[in-house]
């Protein structure tokens, strides 16, 4: 089944926390990443602003959790029961009482999906509203993201990369769901993640490991005896699939002995069959009650641990925590950095990142520039002009050096590009406090008067205050790249 944009229903415009869980039934996923008419796909900015734009949580930390894996091994249907799972657990925050969640009388609901060999899922979704938590290290919006069947018979290969390759990046949990066993070619998908992580980890160490949670979810597994369901089976299967062997080719070897360099945590779960009403039969509609018991209580677990509130990071990248405002960036410019042209590369991820880490360091240097600025112009009375050129050039060089010390990771252009950018976005709030200083009422007029003759700064009259604030400007863009090109 395919989906179109109109279809999708942003969630209530008047976001709430303390009814989410009796209004759910009013969301429903929104589809924000759809498959272009080339290889590649096309963002629906409107779609994920639905989601994360509401100023109510736009400066709020965010949990991002995504299943990744093959067409029609019950993706969406796994999600929905980590949708369950935390609306159960908001509800007994608020209230303050057990969380109990998959009774009986359960029905579990919220990414569309069915039986059959068709894919029911295209592209990427996001469930319609992030749901609030409290986590140990604070309040906390949970997103669930559900991915498109890879490597299906319509979907090109580059599609499919690109879809693993965000999810990853996008997620701080994401969720490998397999069939029966851990195959060679799905550990070979991850193949990029290695090779990119030994970049970030070489051009960017401080920030710790690039990705956080990995978790290989094996639906169906058909040796409980030997290993045993759940996490502590899943650590020993897990630890057998990823010890290298002599006789491995080269790259097998090396994917199994680096993953772990490059993710906080990896883990597995051996989950058994759900049983026969809930995978052959058609007329399922997520009733608990039909769902076998082992797989229902290995299944809880799961979540539970998975989505433990005294255990749950936000998501991080470049080592901070990221925001519901700032994933919309994010999510941007990991999309436009698989442009659809050719496969994901680890250095477009990388450059995606340094833009970012760019992007974020000028609007803090911006930040600081105004802050300063803000306190030397403070009070009714205009200030002499040069005094605030004097304060421009004292605080333009404060911003340029918080700019500098962001990692030099990424090409020379990008930062070099957004140096530009700072620069312009400094002159132009020079430009804006003038103004606002102009404004002001004036007392004082003759000594107003005095103060902007030919008194010195620097040795310079007003007449030359322009060109000393260029000649600054030329003096700290020599300091900022004294060591070269970057």
């Not at 710790?208 to 409980?224: A, E, H, M, S, W």
Request: glycine share 6%.
């Amino acid at each position: 089944m395919s989906f179109d944009f109109d279809l999708t229903a942003p969630f209530l415009p008047e976001f709430s926390t303390r009814d989410q869980a009796e209004h759910r039934h009013k969301i429903r996923p929104v589809q924000v990443l759809a498959p272009s008419s080339s290889s590649g796909f096309r963002l629906n900015e409107s779609a994920l602003s639905s989601v994360l734009a509401h100023s109510a949580i736009g400066n709020k930390k965010v949990v991002i959790v995504s299943v990744v894996g093959a067409f029609r091994k019950g993706k969406s249907f796994l999600l929905n029961f980590f949708l369950e799972y935390l609306y159960s657990l908001q509800k007994s925050q608020q209230n303050d009482e057990a969380l109990e969640w998959l009774t009986d009388d359960c029905q579990v609901h919220g990414f569309h999906w069915r039986a059959g060999a068709k894919r029911d899922t295209v592209g990427v979704w996001m469930w319609g509203e992030p749901i609030m938590i409290e986590a140990a290290s604070g309040e906390m919006y949970a997103v669930l993201m559900d991915t498109q069947g890879t490597f299906d018979n319509t979907s090109t290969y580059q599609q499919c990369l690109t879809i693993f390759a965000l999810s990853t990046i996008l997620s701080c949990i994401q969720i490998y769901n397999v069939v029966d066993n851990i195959q060679e070619d799905s550990l070979q998908h991850l193949s990029l993640f290695v090779e990119y992580g030994k970049l970030a980890m070489s051009e960017a160490r401080h920030y710790g490991k690039p990705f956080q949670t990995l978790v290989f979810c094996v639906r169906d597994f058909k040796n409980p005896e030997e290993y045993g369901y759940g996490c502590e089976g899943g650590k020993k299967f897990l630890e057998q699939v990823l010890t290298p062997s002599p006789s491995q080719p080269e790259e097998a070897r090396c994917i199994r002995e680096q993953l772990s360099n490059y993710f906080d945590q990896i883990s597995c779960y051996l989950l058994p069959h759900p049983g026969y009403r809930v995978a052959e039969r058609q007329s399922f509609r997520g009733h608990v009650k039909d769902l076998r018991p082992v797989f229902r209580e290995e299944l809880k677990k799961m979540v539970s641990s998975l989505m433990n509130p005294h255990a749950l990071q936000p998501k991080l990248i470049n080592g901070k925590p990221v925001t519901c405002r700032k994933l919309i960036q994010y999510f941007k410019e990991y999309v436009n950095s698989f442009d659809g042209s050719s496969l994901p590369q680890a250095n477009s991820i990388l450059n995606a990142n340094a833009k970012l880490i760019c992007v974020e360091a000028a609007h803090e240097a911006k930040v600081a520039y105004c802050r300063g600025m803000d306190r030397s112009t403070m009070g009714s009375r205009m200030i002499p002009e040069k005094r605030l050129l004097e304060a421009h050039i004292k605080h333009g060089i404060t911003a340029l050096n918080i700019y500098d010390r962001c990692p030099k990771i990424g090409t020379t252009e990008i930062r070099s590009r957004l140096l530009a950018k700072l620069q312009e976005d400094i002159n132009a709030e020079l430009e804006r406090y003038k103004r606002v200083n102009a404004a002001k009422k004036v007392t004082g007029c003759a000594t107003a008067m005095t103060a902007c003759g030919d008194s010195s700064l620097l040795g310079l009259g007003l007449g030359a205050a322009t060109s000393a604030h260029s000649l600054a400007y030329s003096s700290i863009n020599a300091l900022f790249f004294k060591d070269g090109a970057r």
